[in-house]
């Protein structure tokens, strides 16, 4: 026979306690995170000096470069970018000060734009370039092995594969 007490334990949910990370793993998630924070900084900072932008402008020059007629409807570019509308909004206004990036109207979608790499963003671009690489070269490629980049790539392909869910409403930074 069920008493009260017995009912309320079995229909609660039980409690789970966390997946506590193991040493290893502790060693591991605050390597990444130092790596990470520092990879950035570092690349911001060799931008900021060499072309007087930081990393997440660049990033849009070279995605609007690589993409058909150097131009993306807005949303694609944030999408491709991994941020959020309002950052890219707020980034493309200062590409469009500098006159590397201006914003055409979409014909087929009134409240749709396109963010167009002007021939001044390529000449930026092609400019800034060669230090960048430099500076993503000398950060990670010299330091690894061919086998080690290649891990590496495997590794952060499955973990960014993870972290885009396709169901509807995800709650992804190109969404919000």
Not at 121 to 128: D, P, R, T, Y
């Amino acid at each position: 026979m069920n008493t009260a007490s017995d009912t309320a334990t079995d229909t609660a949910p039980a409690t789970e306690e966390p997946r506590w990370l193991t040493a290893e793993e502790q060693r591991t998630w605050l390597a990444y995170v130092d790596a990470a924070t520092l990879l950035e900084d570092h690349l911001d900072r060799q931008l900021q000096r060499d072309a007087g932008m930081p990393h997440l402008y660049y990033h849009l020059l070279v995605v609007l470069s690589g993409s058909p007629q150097r131009r993306l409807r807005m949303t694609e570019l944030a999408m491709s970018t991994k941020i959020t509308r309002s950052r890219l909004s707020h980034a493309v206004a200062r590409l469009e000060k500098n006159g590397w990036v201006r914003r055409e109207d979409c014909p087929s979608d009134k409240r749709g734009q396109f963010a167009v790499l002007t021939p001044g963003g390529q000449e930026m671009l092609e400019k800034s370039a060669p230090g960048h690489v430099a500076a993503v070269r000398q950060a990670i490629f010299d330091r690894l092995s061919p086998e080690q980049q290649k891990a590496l790539g495997e590794i952060m392909g499955i973990i960014a594969e993870g972290l885009q869910p396709t169901e509807v409403g995800a709650d992804l930074p190109w969404l919000r």
